[in-house]
């Protein structure tokens, strides 16, 4: 599967190192490869999958 960003996501990565860069492929690659990885969010978003980037 190949990632769709959004535009302004795809300046933000563009405008960082390169360390940052591949961290953040690395944590888009994990969720292609299981979308359920992450914190469960509760209430109106119920079923969405949070995963957060610690840097």
Same mark, same amino acid.
């Given at each position: 599967?190949?990632? &769709?960003?959004?535009?302004?996501?795809? &300046?933000?990565?563009?405008?960082? &190192?390169?360390? +940052?860069?591949?961290?953040?492929?690395?944590?888009?690659?994990?969720?292609?490869?299981?979308?359920?990885?992450?914190?469960?969010?509760?209430?109106? +978003?119920?079923?969405?999958? +949070?995963?957060? +980037?610690?840097?």
């Amino acid at each position: 599967m190949q990632p &769709r960003d959004k535009p302004p996501f795809a &300046r933000f990565v563009k405008k960082q &190192r390169a360390p +940052l860069q591949l961290a953040i492929e690395d944590a888009v690659n994990l969720i292609l490869e299981d979308p359920t990885i992450g914190e469960n969010k509760v209430g109106d +978003l119920k079923g969405i999958c +949070l995963q957060v +980037l610690a840097g």
